[in-house]
């Protein structure tokens, strides 16, 4: 039986293959992008849908709240340039997230699949820059869909 997928393993998971990601627009969008491709896998009953609709199309304030205190826990360094937040994972969150990794793979049907979709989503992802990501289909479909509707619509 699959069960929801932990939010914090979700939320720094892009970390775990990225090391750093610059910009809280590019970071809310490659989640994004792996809540989309969960979705499309089939796996609607594992993820939160906790994205909302702002001007730049999806965005979960909850994502970067969480980042901020694991900051504070050392678990991730938030670093600032020229008003651009770049999130780095330090040994200590990389070691946090390999345990809920192996936790999460041995406690949910199809975990080590999941983990592979989201890896294949960061690794495609990685390199983009957030303006890319925005304008990318995802992001487009879900401006469009919820423009005049719900506001809480993934796909």
């Not at 809310?28 to 809540?35: F, L, N």
């Not at 890319?132 to 509707?149: A, H, I, P, R």
Request: aromatic residues 12%; contains cysteine; charged residues 30%.
């Amino acid at each position: 039986m699959s069960k929801k997928i932990d939010k914090d393993l979700f939320e720094l998971y892009p970390l775990y293959h990225s090391n750093e990601i610059e910009g809280n627009k590019k970071y809310m969008k490659i989640c994004y992008e792996m809540e989309c491709n969960l979705y499309d896998e089939g796996y609607q009953d594992i993820i939160h849908n906790d994205f909302k609709r702002n001007q730049f199309g999806p965005n979960n304030g909850g994502i970067l709240d969480k980042l901020t205190a694991y900051s504070i826990l050392k678990k991730v360094i938030l670093k600032e340039i020229n008003g651009i937040k770049s999130w780095e994972i330090t040994s200590g969150g990389i070691s946090f997230l390999k345990s809920r990794i192996s936790f999460f793979k041995k406690t949910n049907d199809n975990g080590e699949l999941i983990i592979e979709n989201m890896e294949k989503v960061v690794l495609n992802t990685k390199n983009k820059s957030g303006y890319e990501l925005e304008k990318g289909e995802n992001v487009q479909k879900y401006k469009k869909e919820t423009f005049w509707g719900d506001d809480k619509i993934i796909r």
